[in-house]
Structure formats: structure tokens, C-alpha cells
Nanobody
């Protein structure tokens, strides 16, 4: 059974930093592309960042610079470092694992961790 468990969310003041983590189990972690998405209140879920099995990263255009995604294949974890937090970063952040193997697509989600940016 695939499990993705996020941690590290909380209440942070504007300008602060936060590091989110996602621990994966039940998958061959190293062959999956891993990502972070977020969903703000009343909005659709959106991509934050992706890191491929080879370590290449891709960020949402509006977020590059403040967000850094990383992965540790030995620990089956990914992290998201967020700096200079803004109130508009308030959202539930979700961990995602995905892989396409020929015609088969595998896509898994965690339960999310809430980040609130407020003074």
C-alpha cells in the first residue's frame, strides 16, 4: 500500500521560513517523480514544484526563487524549503508521487499539511 505522509506545516509569520517533508512508503521511491502541490482556500490545487527520478527540478513560474524542492532516495523523502513566506502562500500542501510506465500511469497523493502565513 502506497503512503505519502507530509509533515512540517504550521503557522508562520510573513517573511519566515518553513521546511515541509514527505515520507513515502510502499513504492520504489527512486523511480518516481515527486512533487509538491498546494490548494489555497477557494482555489484549485496548483503545482508548486516537481523533482524527477533523475533529480531534475521544475517550479511554478511564480514561485521559483523562494521554494526549493529536494529528495533523498536513501530515506524515501522529499522536502520543500519555503523562504520569505507571504500570506498568499497560505494553503494545504500536498505531496505527490507519479510515474508513467508504458500505458500505465501511477499517481498518489498524501493527505496534506496546512501552512498558514499570518501575523
Amino acid at each position: 500500500q502506497v503512503q505519502l505522509v507530509e509533515s512540517g506545516g504550521g503557522l508562520v509569520q510573513p517573511g519566515g521560513s518553513l521546511r515541509l517533508s514527505c515520507a513515502a512508503s510502499g513504492v520504489i521511491f527512486s523511480i518516481y517523480s515527486m512533487g509538491w502541490y498546494r490548494q489555497a482556500p477557494g482555489k484549485q490545487r496548483e503545482l508548486v514544484a516537481i523533482i524527477t527520478s533523475g533529480g531534475s527540478t521544475n517550479y511554478a513560474d511564480s514561485l521559483e526563487g523562494r521554494f526549493t524542492i529536494s529528495r533523498d532516495n536513501a530515506k524515501n523523502t522529499i522536502d520543500l524549503q519555503i523562504n520569505s513566506l507571504k500570506p498568499e502562500d497560505t494553503a494545504v500542501y500536498y505531496c505527490n508521487a507519479q510515474r508513467t510506465w508504458y500505458s500505465s500511469k501511477y499517481n498518489y497523493w498524501g493527505q496534506g499539511t496546512r501552512v498558514t502565513v499570518s501575523s
